[in-house]
């Protein structure tokens, strides 16, 4: 027996990959199959079963795919109801696997259908739990996404509280637990860096797991604090439940070369949204304007579902020679498979071409320190989180976060100049490059976001205190 957890950080995803004696399973797979196919045939191993936990919000999974290229059974808990070939399994069915057995357990809560595969080892003993959504390693699955006229949150938690303590607290101390996300997903509120742990463990650290728990207060902690999911959430879950078009035929779509002359046709005539994923230190320096930066080397797929509202936009894509069909890959994990080709020669290219460029104003956080320490009513747009923000944030700054942009822009005034950073300076320059293709020219970044501009010991920053209830 072999399990191996393959982790895309990007998305805090978890897929599994699991094989015993010439036979493989695998569960949650990402859009792009070409990863499992290869492992499958590097270790001669035939693929038998895909296993789903849930219909996934956050991502589009290869299930239909790799059953196709493989012949696997895709396999879901009950309650699923799909508009393609699958097998629903009963609570508590075995599925054999070379020398292995996987026990469906159902466990409703997360969603309706949420389902866990219990992993027995070949001598039957209760090896690891993929827990898909459920239960994650310092929490578990947030109980609003199925939410419906019928069903609401509280009663989805209160199914979550009955699962988790009917069905997988019983479980031995020592089944390791692999969840489908990690850190950074927004499945969860409160998920450890850690991407595997022991039951055991869990049942001691995971505020949801504790013994003397009732199911009111149970309820009243994991819904309290939930943020509104991400637009594309819904979306995602339909394609993963209805079926989708091709990956092959996504990627081919999108890694379409134009010149730029074409490039600059094609995005007139279809209104298409240019987006533009290098790095937001080069970015600034130099872009095709009206155009967006995302860049790819951060949270660009969960950014990219969360500020591009429609899943069905039409993309042009600017990217580093050579990540072309990476952008369109990265897209199609989110659902967006409507990427229309990219500039070829990427935007060294179009600057050549002698047509026009736009640039944002970035300075250095030193530079930022010194224009505050010498005005404090500068004005200063912070665009982390909430809860970033209430943590500790510059005296005066006002915190519009990135993830709410629609809602905080009707503050801005455009005959105004703002100072704009982030923790990092991913995220400001997301923030800007938006707000100027709508027009808002008087935004300046602070390179290197909070994290360099408290390293001042000029600055003045401040926390959020709560107020005191006598």
């Known amino acids: 027996m072999k399990v191996e957890q393959i982790y895309t950080g990007c998305l805090a995803q978890g897929a599994y990959f699991i094989q015993s004696e010439g036979e493989a399973i695998v569960i949650d797979p990402l859009r792009e199959i070409q990863p499992y196919l290869k492992k499958a045939k590097d270790e001669n191993v035939q693929i038998k079963y895909v296993l789903e936990t849930h219909f996934h919000a956050d991502f589009v999974s290869g299930h239909i795919d790799l059953a196709k290229e493989t012949g696997a059974t895709i396999v879901f808990g009950p309650n699923a109801k799909t508009n393609f070939e699958a097998y629903i399994a009963e609570d508590g069915e075995i599925l054999k696997v070379g020398k292995i057995t996987?026990?469906?357990?159902?466990?409703?809560?997360?969603?309706?259908?949420?389902?866990?595969?219990?992993?027995f080892d070949e001598n039957g003993k209760e090896h690891a739990l993929f827990s898909g959504d459920t239960l994650f390693i310092g929490d578990v699955g947030r109980p609003d996404l199925a939410a419906k006229s019928h069903l609401t949150v509280e009663d989805l938690a209160g199914h979550l509280y009955d699962s988790l303590r009917s069905k997988i607290m019983v479980l031995p101390n020592e089944v390791l637990v692999y969840p489908a996300h990690g850190a950074g997903s927004a499945c969860g509120k409160n998920m450890s860096k850690e991407t595997f742990d022991t039951l055991g463990h869990q049942k001691e650290v995971n505020y949801a797991l504790r013994s003397n728990m009732t199911k009111k207060e149970f309820i009243d902690e994991v819904t309290d604090g939930l943020l509104p999911p991400p637009s594309y959430f819904p979306l995602n879950v339909q394609m993963n439940r209805d079926g989708y078009e091709n990956i092959e035929e996504v990627i081919k779509k999108g890694t379409r070369a134009l010149n730029p002359n074409e490039f600059e046709q094609i995005a007139n005539e279809t209104g298409a949204l240019i987006l533009d994923v290098r790095n937001q230190l080069v970015f600034y320096k130099g872009f095709i304007p009206n155009s967006i930066n995302i860049g790819i080397d951060g949270s660009f797929a969960p950014w990219v579902g969360s500020l591009i509202p429609d899943i069905k936009q039409n993309i042009l894509l600017i990217s580093e020679e050579g990540r072309e069909e990476e952008s369109v890959i990265r897209l199609a994990r989110v659902g967006y498979d409507h990427a229309i080709g990219y500039l070829k020669g990427g935007f060294e290219a179009w600057g050549k071409s002698g047509k026009e460029i736009d640039r944002i104003n970035s300075i250095p956080a030193k530079e930022f320190s010194n224009i505050y320490k010498k005005d404090n009513s500068v004005s200063i747009?912070?665009?982390r989180k909430t809860g970033e923000y209430q943590s500790e944030h510059i005296i005066d700054a006002i915190?519009?976060?990135l993830d709410y942009i629609n809602e905080?822009?009707?503050?801005?005034?455009?005959s105004k100049t703002y100072y704009v950073h982030c923790a990092g300076g991913y995220r400001s320059m997301i923030y800007i490059s938006t707000l100027k293709s709508r027009g808002y020219e008087n935004l300046i970044?602070?390179?290197?976001g909070y994290q360099a501009i408290v390293s001042d010991?000029?600055?003045k920053k401040t926390a959020f205190v709560c107020p005191t209830t006598l």
Not at 103 to 117: A, N
Not at 408 to 414: H, L, N, Q, V, Y
Request: no cysteine; charged share 20%.
């Open 399 to 401: 915190n519009l976060p």
């Open 445 to 448: 970044n602070v390179e290197g």
């Open 408 to 414: 905080g822009i009707s503050t801005i005034d455009k």
């Open 457 to 459: 010991e000029g600055v």
């Open 381 to 383: 747009i912070d665009v």
């Open 102 to 119: 996987v026990k469906v357990i159902h466990t409703p809560g997360h969603t309706m259908e949420s389902t866990s595969f219990l992993l």
